[in-house]
């Protein structure tokens, strides 16, 4: 590797202070000067995000290709004691994007590590690294006929898996937390850590099959938290079957009744985690022809129903006619093959395994800006609506759903915002509930209503004992307070695993 000529010199002179130049040439000097960036318009296109919070001062973006470049980067910034902010492929949309949670960070882009390292059919896993997006793991398993699945969300296709599974986001089947077997993370010091059983074989690797190892279980302190940087993880494939959607709507009047019911259905496992209710102003409804004609007064319900024979079986649509009499207005069942509208085949896919990029392409013709088959930047296209979201668990019961609506629809109210709204089942006890307001970038008053509809919202639904399961980057520290016994416990792990804090600062940890 280079590690001082002209192109470096070059490099590190595009307006880098001064005293952040030595980290720069070691890391060119580790990296190569093609991947570590620091050029201001570069700097710039990493700050924008769709939800338009501010900048923050990113000293560079170092891009590594591997486990042990990684390595070789925190252990350069312990020497410099030079903060970094990993991110997979950034698209953490309406919570802050590429965006660290506090200033002077070098962002780390694993992208680039990539590498479906094993998929193993018997047991049912792959093991794969941060920049793995949904397409490419899903594309591999259909070019070899594996005949297993990925729990895909309804975002990007090309959306990280590792990222958004660390950060307990929802797929298709349900939280993808459930689905980690195991985890290789490399900590603040530079040691690697390999969780389950892996650490009996070292760099060997084993067979995956049971997750919690021996002793502690150290998995899920590595989600939703800075103690270190995820190399590659083990993940849960699941066996591909056929899938109907139902879609089913429901009076608002009935609404509270008609939630408990789906959730006897889903306690009894007659349906699973694919159940979604919907307000009818998400734009994920655009693709439903005029032929669905829905009550201003309804809420819509997607349920997705798996089953291994080729079609869904009587006995199922009657316990669910049985359950829901007299609570719904109408369903439809959709089972795949034959033309179906494309808000349905969207649900369809999903259910298979297929990610899609529906909603982006949606989002890009309706407002006159080219999609690029699912590659769409919502960040960089400011006549595109931002919008910032609210991600809270919601108890799956009726009244509970009904006074955290209330709440968001209150403070909407209040502030002149129209929310869509989406709550997704993850397990039999709670829903991902998904909030959001969209609002025109290029209008400052309609950014700052949004923003402090965000901060509103969220507070009262704090107060009604209703808390986010996963939070934007503005608000990340004021929710880890240190007077709280939880969050001193994480802060005296944190500097156990990362001792000089160099690891994505503030990020779920007290600063």
């Given at each position: ?15 880098v ?122 594309d ?31 797929g ?17 010091t ?15 690797r ?67 985690d ?79 395994g297929i ?22 930047d ?44 989406t ?8 829903f ?63 500097q ?16």
């Amino acid at each position: 590797m280079l590690t001082e000529d002209s192109h470096v010199e070059e490099l590190v002179s595009n307006e880098v202070e001064d005293q952040d130049a030595p980290i720069l040439r070691a890391l060119v000097g580790t990296l190569g000067p093609d991947r570590v960036q620091s050029a201001p318009e570069i700097l710039a296109a990493y700050q924008e995000n769709n939800t338009e919070y501010r900048p923050r001062k990113i000293l560079a973006v170092a891009s590594p290709t591997s486990r042990d470049e990684l390595v070789a980067i925190i252990r350069l910034a312990n020497s410099y004691r030079t903060p970094i902010y990993p991110f997979s492929t950034g698209m953490n949309w309406g919570l802050g994007s590429k965006l660290p949670v506090v200033d002077d960070c070098i962002l780390v882009n694993l992208a680039a590590m990539n590498r479906i390292i094993e998929v193993n059919e018997t047991l049912a896993y792959a093991v794969i690294e941060p920049g793995v997006t949904q397409k490419q793991l899903c594309d591999y398993l259909e070019a070899r006929r594996i005949p297993l699945m990925l729990n895909v969300t309804g975002s990007s296709a090309n959306s990280s898996i590792v990222g958004n599974t660390l950060e307990r986001g929802v797929g298709v089947l349900g939280q993808r937390t459930r689905d980690l077997r195991e985890l290789e993370v490399v900590l603040g010091t530079g040691e690697i850590i390999r969780t389950g059983q892996q650490h009996h074989f070292g760099e060997t690797r084993g067979p995956s099959y049971y997750s919690y190892g021996m002793g502690p279980d150290m998995l899920h302190l590595f989600t939703q938290s800075n103690l270190g940087v995820v190399s590659n993880i083990t993940i849960d494939l699941a066996p591909k079957r056929n899938i109907t959607v139902a879609l089913i709507e429901t009076p608002k009047a009935h609404v509270a009744e008609y939630i408990d019911k789906l959730a006897m259905l889903r306690r009894f496992d007659i349906l699973s985690d694919g159940i979604e209710l919907t307000t009818q102003n998400d734009p994920r409804l655009l693709g439903l022809d005029a032929s669905y004609h829905f009550g201003s007064d309804s809420w819509l319900t997607w349920v997705k129903l798996w089953h291994r024979s080729p079609s869904l079986s009587a006995e199922v649509k009657d316990t669910i006619a049985t359950e829901l009499d007299g609570l719904i207005q109408s369903v439809h069942y959709f089972e795949t093959g034959g033309e179906v509208p494309d808000a349905i085949k969207f649900r369809q896919n999903l259910g298979l395994g297929i990610p899609t990029n529906y909603t982006l392409d949606n989002m890009g013709r309706a407002f006159g800006v080219d999609a690029k088959n699912g590659n769409l930047d919502v960040d960089h296209h400011k006549n595109i609506p931002g919008f910032v979201c609210l991600l809270p668990a919601v108890p799956f019961h009726g009244q509970g759903v009904i006074d955290a609506v209330r709440v968001i629809t209150e403070a909407s109210q209040r502030l002149g915002c129209q929310p869509a709204i989406t709550l997704s089942a993850i397990g039999k006890y709670a829903f991902e509930g998904f909030a959001r307001v969209y609002f025109n970038r290029n209008d400052t008053q309609d950014v700052a209503r949004a923003h402090e509809w965000s901060r509103v919202a969220q507070a009262e639904l704090a107060s009604i004992g209703v808390f986010p399961y996963r939070i934007n980057v503005e608000d990340m520290v004021s929710f880890a307070k240190e007077d709280d016994p939880f969050w001193s416990l994480v802060k005296r792990f944190k500097q156990v695993c990362d001792p000089n804090g160099v690891i994505a600062p503030g990020r779920y940890c007290p600063l």
